[in-house]
């Protein structure tokens, strides 16, 4: 039986364990990063402004800032000591005068009225208790011919993926005493399939395609090109 969802919005204040998850996403998100870039480039957006929401370390914009010299990238997150982490991690990139890190709130992005070009979210949509807010917000942010890129864990995974994940979890990020249940955690606070298509459904945002690897969720823009 499908267990009822158990949100998980608190904010991350605690230093020690920011800094032990920013030293762990550098580690071993390489391929993670990998597999949103390859849906970035699916998208066709080469150049100007993309918004990467609840950035946490700052990873994500900060691999893509590499692959993409001409997108100019700013990540929020509601936590202060994340936003100094990530704004450190750029500079130790030399990418401080292309990714940009501000603490913002996913129901109301820092930016004028369709002014994004790519907007990211990778694994914070289990974090917000309201996402039909946030998916308005994407409408609201993003160009007539704007891309988005959404991805997060979904509830309804299968017990034996959830196992394979878990066990992994624990093995690489299990040193931090508060870190170790965290993928449970937020598998449980995570949306499933069939409630994220109908909040989908309930939003503003149009033209979105939404499917499942894995663990995964995935929640894209439909209009591709065929590189």
Not at 1 to 23: H, N
Not at 50 to 57: E, I, R, S
Not at 110 to 121: F, K, R, T, V, Y
Not at 172 to 177: A, I, L, N, R, T
């Amino acid at each position: 039986m499908m267990k009822d969802r158990i949100s998980e919005s608190v904010v991350i204040e605690d230093r020690t364990l920011a800094e032990y998850y920013s030293k762990m996403a550098k580690r071993y998100m390489g391929i993670p990063c990998q597999r949103v870039f390859k849906r970035v480039v699916t998208k066709g957006i080469k150049k100007g402004i993309a918004l990467d929401v609840g950035t946490g370390p700052g990873v994500f914009p900060i691999f893509l800032a590499k692959a993409f010299p001409e997108l100019r990238f700013q990540g929020i997150d509601l936590s202060p000591v994340m936003i100094e982490i990530a704004k450190k991690n750029a500079m130790e990139e030399g990418l401080g005068d292309r990714v940009e890190f501000n603490v913002g709130s996913a129901y109301s992005l820092p930016c004028e009225d369709h002014s994004i070009d790519l907007l990211l979210c990778i694994n914070t949509l289990h974090h917000l208790d309201h996402p039909v807010a946030f998916f308005d917000e994407v409408v609201r942010s993003l160009k007539e011919d704007g891309a988005f890129v959404i991805v997060d864990f979904h509830r309804d995974t299968s017990p034996v993926m959830l196992w394979i994940f878990n066990f992994l979890w624990k093995a690489f990020f299990g040193g931090h005493p508060q870190a170790k249940e965290g993928f449970l955690e937020s598998v449980r606070s995570s949306y499933t399939v069939k409630e994220c298509r109908a909040l989908l459904e309930q939003s503003r945002l149009k033209g979105w395609r939404l499917y499942t690897r894995t663990v995964e969720m995935w929640i894209e823009s439909a209009k591709q090109f065929n590189m």
